[in-house]
Nanobody, 122 residues
Framework: QVQLVESGGGLVQAGGSLRLSCEASGRTLSNYAMGWFRQAPGKEREFVATINWSGGDTYYADSVKGRFTISRDNAKNTVYLQMNSLKPEDTAVYYC???????????????WGQGTQVTVSS
């Protein structure tokens, strides 16, 4: 089992930045691909970014490409999502996930955190 805990969410003005962290316990994160997803009220959970086990491959949703950066520190069992140039439409609960496969589908991930709220004011 892998337990994931997100942190770093909050309220920020449009154009601002936040860095989300996702710390794992139970098993080493280096065995897993990691992803970030988000869910806004009344909407389905959507893919944001993913990173493979080594950090050598990343992939982003078009809506965040060039603004968000996913990274990982396997020694700290932590994955990060640096979010710059935030927009009101980025407002959502952000979830990190761990899984055996690197991909954009939620079905690629077996373990999920509880989420952290990000609110971007205009």
């Amino acid at each position: 089992q892998v337990q994931l805990v997100e942190s770093g969410g909050g309220l920020v003005q449009a154009g601002g930045s936040l860095r989300l962290s996702c710390e794992a316990s139970g098993r080493t994160l280096s065995n897993y691909a990691m992803g970030w997803f988000r869910q806004a009220p009344g909407k389905e959970r959507e893919f944001v970014a993913t990173i493979n086990w080594s950090g050598g491959d990343t992939y982003y949703a078009d809506s965040v490409k060039g603004r968000f950066t996913i990274s990982r520190d396997n020694a700290k069992n932590t994955v990060y999502l640096q979010m710059n140039s935030l927009k009101p439409e980025d407002t959502a609960v952000y979830y990190c996930a761990a899984g055996p496969r690197y991909g954009i589908s939620p079905h690629a991930y077996a373990y999920w955190g509880q989420g952290t709220q990000v609110t971007v004011s205009s």
